[in-house]
């Protein structure tokens, strides 16, 4: 089986809404067949979206690469696909992941900073600039709750501390109510 990665830019042709659940609601249905498709083919990769810009890195079997870039290319939702990097690859760089999601965060803001660049447009990147956003979804950390809450939950709810708190509190209710209760028996 021979590997390979490719790396593309593109331009969003929906009218970005407001965020939903931490992923513009385009972008969360995009990533959720993507998600399933990806881990089927045991692809992995990362996709940036930002400034109404796609930035997607896919490495996995090259046959695989390709009939998803294919279907990727006829895609209504994004047009201008530019192919920034095509070549083959002797291991996988990423473990774990189907598809990495990354906002447009402090981390992109930072390089775009530090290479003297306005906006996020990924279709002009140098290939160094290409490896630096690879390294950035890499290393990007921001993921993690969106992939392990994925499909109906949220990133910008906080159910999860929320939740252990009240749990937390109904025993403590729950001890001083049976507490309550002995001392009670006890004094009659
Ligand atoms: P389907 O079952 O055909 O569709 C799944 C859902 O997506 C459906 O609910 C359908 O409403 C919606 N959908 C599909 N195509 C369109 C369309 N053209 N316009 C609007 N809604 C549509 N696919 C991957 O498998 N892996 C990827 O890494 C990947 N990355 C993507 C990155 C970008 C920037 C974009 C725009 C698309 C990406 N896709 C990816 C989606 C890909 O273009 C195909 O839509 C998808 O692979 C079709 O898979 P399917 O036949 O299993 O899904």
Redesign the pocket.
């Known amino acids: 089986m021979s590997l390979m990665r490719l790396a593309y830019a ?1 331009e969003a042709t929906f009218e970005a809404k407001p965020v939903e659940k931490g992923v513009e609601p385009h972008v969360a ?2 990533l959720m ?2 998600r ?3 881990a089927r083919d045991q ?1 992995v ?1 990362g ?1 940036y979206y930002g400034n109404d810009r ?1 930035f ?1 890195y ?1 490495e996995g079997d090259e046959d695989a690469v390709r009939r ?1 870039f294919d ?2 290319l ?5 047009k201008n696909v530019v192919t920034l990097i095509e070549e083959p690859l002797t291991s996988r760089t990423f473990s774990n992941w189907s ?1 990495k999601y990354v906002p447009l965060s402090r981390d992109v803001r930072n390089f775009l900073d530090e290479q003297g660049l306005e906006s996020f447009e990924p279709s002009s990147f140098t290939s160094d600039q290409c490896e630096k956003m690879i390294e950035l979804i890499r290393n990007s950390s921001q993921d993690q709750n969106l992939v392990n809450r994925d499909n109906n939950q949220s990133v910008g709810d906080a159910p999860q501390v929320l939740s252990s708190g009240m749990k937390m509190g109904l025993i403590v209710a729950g001890l001083v109510l049976v507490g309550a209760l002995v001392i009670g028996g006890t004094m009659l």
């Open positions: 593109s249905r995009i067949t993507s399933k498709n990806n692809l990769g996709l796609f997607q896919l998803t279907r990727i006829k895609d209504e939702r994004h598809m």
